[in-house]
């Protein structure tokens, strides 16, 4: 497993070993043992998340939900390949308001820790791309919320992507009311 740092200080990029042979590969894409050996004692996870979309330049984002619901994910491209962003939303951080952003594919294997706190969002590079996300927190739909993907000044690589109609009519970052308070980074 290999583990970067970002300038996001708490966003870490996971690179689990594969084994290839003539089959293909084999990969744990998570070992919770393995990671704390490293140093590394993420949240626990309590729900999976898989989503797949059709198009090139399919965005979802910028989405997070609100304490006590808040979410840190673990993300993974299951098929195809993609652009995926952590926003620092946290009043108070010295990075609020900073994004970092990292190319996720079947191909490379590359996994971006999101911690609570961080909004999350991709866009797609590859058609049929699919994503796969460990959560530390059960869906909430009173708890769900969005802010707009172009109100950050992320270099997504695109203009005009596909959004589903709440990403469509999100809030502007500038005017969005963060939940998160900096508690220190994690
Ligand atoms: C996120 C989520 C959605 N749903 C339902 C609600 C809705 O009917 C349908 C589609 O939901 P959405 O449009 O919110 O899906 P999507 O736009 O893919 O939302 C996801 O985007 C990425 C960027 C994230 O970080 C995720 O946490 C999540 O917010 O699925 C669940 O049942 N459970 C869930 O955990």
């Known amino acids: 497993m290999q583990i970067e740092t970002t300038p996001l200080p708490g966003v870490l990029l996971l690179t689990p070993r594969r084994h290839g042979d003539a089959r293909g590969f084999f990969s744990e894409s998570w070992n919770r043992k393995t990671l704390e050996e ?25 989405h997070y939900q609100s304490p006590p619901m808040a979410q840190g994910k673990l993300v993974r491209c299951g098929r195809g390949a993609l652009y995926d962003v952590a926003v620092d939303g946290r009043r108070g951080s010295p990075t609020y308001g900073r994004w970092f952003g990292a190319e996720l594919s079947f191909e490379n294997g590359r996994q971006l820790w999101v911690p609570a706190g961080f909004l999350h969002g991709f866009v797609t590079r590859e058609p049929d ?7 530390t927190a ?6 769900d919320g969005a802010v707009r993907w172009d109100s950050v000044g992320i270099d997504w690589g695109i203009d005009d992507p596909i959004l589903s109609d709440k990403d469509r009519d999100a809030t502007a970052f500038v005017n969005w009311d963060s939940p998160f308070a900096y508690e220190g980074d994690a």
Do not use: W
């Open 138 to 143: 059960h869906y909430s739909q009173p708890h």
């Open 129 to 135: 791309t699919e994503i796969v996300y460990k959560c």
């Open 38 to 62: 490293a140093g590394v004692a993420l949240p626990e996870f309590v729900q999976d998340n898989h989503s797949m979309s059709r198009a090139v330049g399919t965005l979802r984002g910028l």
